[in-house]
């Protein structure tokens, strides 16, 4: 499969941006909220570039089963343990392609009493957006192309490739 993003490249974005977010919450504690399975990758690198104290919760949610098309349904298989009321709260994800899955988690974890939601995705996809969304930590922008590895599946396969490909290329 070809190679969009190599292993150097994904290192060297996520580096800068554990940087800015480092920068954004100085004196604060974010409290990064993972969204399973595919973000758990991009969250593990990304914690480690934040020089900041910090604490992390996990949510699943699925949007696709085994097609590379989104339903638009969004179904919640694990909640966060801990409560978010008061806190930074920082959802990293990996891909926002039309945007249903994280408008869903946005509109939800908003009535748990965040202080503050921001969110930070990897990779975001615009033109195949159906809601706008406000997405404020952008890894990379790409066309419209299903990709895999880094935490990204197709029927769930190549989530541990180190780089992203284009899957089928
Ligand atoms: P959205 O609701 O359409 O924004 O889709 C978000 C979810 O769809 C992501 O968290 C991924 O799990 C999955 N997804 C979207 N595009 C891709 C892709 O190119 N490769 C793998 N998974 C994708």
Redesign the pocket.
């Known amino acids: 499969m070809k190679v969009l993003l190599s292993r150097d490249e994904i290192q060297a974005r996520v580096r800068e941006m554990g940087q800015q977010i480092t920068r954004d919450y100085a004196g604060r504690e974010p409290h990064l909220v993972c ?1 399973l399975k ?2 758990c990758t991009f969250l593990t690198d990304l914690a480690r570039e934040i020089d900041l104290p910090l604490s992390l919760d996990y949510m699943a949610v699925s ?2 089963g085994a097609a ?1 098309k ?1 339903s638009g349904e ?1 179904r919640m298989l694990k909640d966060l343990d801990q409560s978010l009321e008061g806190r930074d709260v920082l959802i990293v ?10 408008n869903y988690l946005l509109n939800l974890l908003r009535t748990r009493g965040p202080r503050s939601m921001k969110v930070a995705s990897l990779l975001s ?1 615009p033109s ?1 957006r159906l809601v706008e969304i406000p997405v404020d930590y952008v890894g990379f922008t790409i066309d419209d ?4 590895g880094y935490g ?3 029927n769930e396969k190549f989530r541990n490739l180190p780089h992203i490909a284009v ?1 089928g290329a």
């Open positions: 969204v595919g973000g949007s696709y590379t989104s969004v994800e990996d891909i926002v392609d039309t945007g249903l899955t994280l996809k195949r192309l299903f990709v895999v990204l599946d197709y899957y």
